[in-house]
């Protein structure tokens, strides 16, 4: 399975350069990758640097300001394998999407449809009525179990914070 790790937002200067809005923690985590894949395509990185919370990348094969315009608003992809691990408390979307969300009790409040990156994040719970909106701050989710997709919220705090 293939992590999509950012966006290119448009071409940095005439030399082919890209500018990517990381979906990753940080920017600075594009340092360490050594290639993406963008639409089935391998690109090696040649260079990445870093600024203002964004990500500039030089391509292999992107030589210009016109080669990287056609990349504008494309996804970046890394293969699972070579991303590297999650700080403690920390998780890839991928692993959260589908995750089945239940009360500390053990009540079953539906499924993790969508995650928006935001200061706290906000998740978007899917049950077979409607859509809830709640931030993952601290004291709503209890515990993450990705092996199981399963998520643990307080239903005080959730009952508090959700948003219909």
């Given at each position: 399975?293939?992590?999509?790790?950012?966006?290119?937002?448009?071409?940095?200067?005439?030399?082919?350069?890209?500018?990517?809005?990381?979906?990753?923690?940080?920017?600075?985590?594009?340092?360490?990758?050594?290639?993406?894949?963008?639409?089935?395509?391998?690109?090696?990185?040649?260079?990445?640097?870093?600024?203002?919370?964004?990500?500039?990348?030089?391509?292999?094969?992107?030589?210009?300001?016109n080669a990287a315009e056609l990349l504008r608003n494309k996804e970046l992809l890394l293969p699972r394998d070579e991303a590297p691990a999650p700080?403690?408390?920390?998780?890839?979307?991928?692993?959260?999407?589908?995750?089945?969300?239940?009360?500390?009790?053990?009540?079953?409040?539906?499924?993790?449809?969508?995650?928006?990156?935001?200061?706290?994040?906000?998740?978007?719970?899917?049950?077979?009525?409607?859509?809830?909106?709640?931030?993952?701050?601290?004291?709503?989710?209890?515990?993450?179990?990705?092996?199981?997709?399963?998520?643990?919220?307080?239903?005080?705090?959730?009952?508090?914070?959700?948003?219909?």
């Amino acid at each position: 399975m293939d992590l999509v790790i950012g966006k290119i937002v448009k071409p940095q200067g005439i030399r082919g350069e890209i500018k990517v809005l990381p979906y990753t923690d940080g920017a600075d985590a594009f340092k360490d990758i050594k290639r993406v894949f963008i639409d089935g395509a391998e690109y090696k990185i040649l260079n990445a640097r870093t600024g203002d919370g964004m990500a500039y990348l030089s391509l292999r094969g992107v030589a210009d300001r016109n080669a990287a315009e056609l990349l504008r608003n494309k996804e970046l992809l890394l293969p699972r394998d070579e991303a590297p691990a999650p700080e403690e408390g920390s998780y890839y979307i991928a692993d959260l999407i589908g995750s089945e969300i239940v009360t500390e009790t053990g009540k079953i409040l539906g499924t993790l449809k969508e995650i928006r990156q935001a200061a706290t994040d906000i998740y978007t719970l899917e049950t077979e009525k409607e859509e809830i909106l709640f931030p993952a701050a601290a004291g709503v989710v209890l515990a993450v179990d990705t092996e199981y997709k399963k998520i643990t919220v307080s239903e005080k705090r959730f009952k508090e914070v959700a948003v219909l």
